[in-house]
C-alpha cells in the first residue's frame, strides 16, 4: 500500500524559509515520479515540482523556479522540498504525489493530474 505522509509545514513571514519532507512507502515499482503540487484556496491545484527516480531530472514550475528545491535522500525513502524567499502568493496546501512506473516526470503543469498517489497535504501560509 503507497503512503506519501507530508510535514514541515506552518507560517512563515515573506522571504522567509521552510522545509517540506515527505516520507514515502510501499512503492511497488523501481521507476517513478515523485514530487509535490499545491492548492490555494478557491483555485486549481497547481504542479509545483517533480522528481524523477531513473536518472534524478528535477522540475519546477516557473513560479518557484529558483527558490524552490527539490531532493531526496533514498535511504530514509524521502523526498524534501526547500522552499525560500517565499511569498504570500506561495500559501497553499502542499501535497506529496507519485506516479508509479513513470520514467520521468510528466510537464509539470499536469503533474497534479498525472499523478497516481497524494498524501493529506501540509498547510504551508506566508505572512506578515
Known amino acids: 500500500q503507497v503512503q506519501l505522509v507530508e510535514s514541515g509545514g506552518g507560517l512563515v513571514q515573506p522571504g522567509g524559509s521552510l522545509r517540506l519532507s515527505c516520507a514515502a512507502s510501499g512503492f511497488t515499482s523501481d521507476y517513478y515520479a515523485i514530487g509535490w503540487f499545491r492548492q490555494a484556496p478557491g483555485k486549481e491545484r497547481e504542479g509545483v515540482s517533480c522528481l524523477s527516480s531513473s536518472d534524478g531530472t528535477t522540475y519546477y514550475a516557473d513560479s518557484v523556479l529558483g527558490r524552490f528545491t527539490i531532493s531526496r535522500d533514498n535511504a530514509k525513502n524521502t523526498v524534501y522540498l526547500q522552499m525560500n524567499s517565499l511569498k504570500p502568493e506561495d500559501t497553499a496546501v502542499y501535497y506529496c504525489?507519485?506516479?508509479?512506473?513513470?520514467?520521468?516526470?510528466?510537464?509539470?503543469?499536469?503533474?497534479?493530474?498525472?499523478?497516481?498517489?497524494w498524501g493529506q497535504g501540509t498547510q504551508v501560509t506566508v505572512s506578515s
Open positions: 504525489a507519485a506516479e508509479l512506473g513513470a520514467r520521468r516526470c510528466p510537464l509539470i503543469k499536469l503533474w497534479p493530474k498525472t499523478s497516481d498517489y
